[in-house]
Each structure stands twice: as C-alpha cells, then as structure tokens.
C-alpha cells in the first residue's frame, strides 16, 4: 500500500526518539522484529499513527481490545481515518511500570486536528502474548 506520510530511513523518527526512523521503530513497522519492551511499542504505535500504518496498528491490537469487537474493515477505516486527519508532534514517556506479562505506560501525547489542539495523556496497558507486547487497553488522564 502506497503511503505518502512514510518516513524516510534514515529520517527522524516520527515518535520523536531523536534516533533515525531505520534505527527505531521502522523494523517493527515492517515486522524485521517485534518490539522489545512496553515503552518502544508504545513509540512505534505512535509514529505509525504519524506514518500511517495501519497495518501495524491492527497488528499491535491486542485480541481482547475492546474495538477488536468491530468489523475488521470499520475498524481499519477508522484507523485510516484517525491517521489522515490528525497530526502527531511529539510522544513524551512520563513513566512505565513492567510486569512479565503486563505493563503500563504513561505518556503525553501532542496531536492536533487542522490546528485543533487534541493532545492528550494517557495510561496505557499492555499485555504479551506469545512473547510480543501488545496494546490491551487505556485510560486518559
Ligand atoms: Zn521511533
């Protein structure tokens, strides 16, 4: 699928690590490798929110997520949607706790709507599933 937002390789990452797109998440974007930790699925969700992948964010869902409820297609359009319209500026990481099998991460993130200011904090949790963390679900501050 042809996608105009992709980054570049060896461009800054969207998720703001300050590290080189090829260096960071586009490994686990392209699905070289998964993501090793809470934290750097929780970075490599948002810079493909900036990149558009969907697949990726499908792929990270965990199959308990509540909208793994909706029809495969809706939910791909509204992540589709979610990803064209909105603008993703910076992720800060205010602090993770990690379990075996479970995590939380607490994070501030700057998205905007046509200049709208929608940026949020949230908590999210994730969970691992044979071996590979994935987004279970999440609350905003
Ligand atoms: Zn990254």
């Known amino acids: 699928m042809s996608n105009l937002k992709a980054p570049k390789r ?6 703001q690590s300050g590290v080189e797109y090829g260096a ?3 490994p686990y974007h392209r699905g070289e490798r998964e993501a090793p930790d809470p934290v750097s699925l929780m970075r490599s969700r948002y810079s493909a929110y900036a990149a558009g992948d969907v697949d990726y964010l499908v792929r990270t869902l965990h199959p308990d997520h509540s909208e793994r409820s909706l029809p495969d297609e809706l939910l791909r359009s509204s992540l589709r949607a979610a990803c064209r319209d909105h603008r993703y500026t910076g992720l800060k990481i205010l602090g993770s706790a990690v379990d075996q099998e479970r995590a939380t991460v607490h994070f501030a993130a700057k998205v905007f709507q046509k200049g709208k200011d929608l940026s949020f904090s949230e908590r999210s949790i994730f969970a691992k599933i044979d071996g590979a963390w994935r987004y279970l679900e999440g609350s905003t501050d």
Not at 10 to 15: A, E, I
């Open 10 to 15: 060896t461009g800054p990452c969207p998720c």
């Open 24 to 26: 960071c998440c586009q």
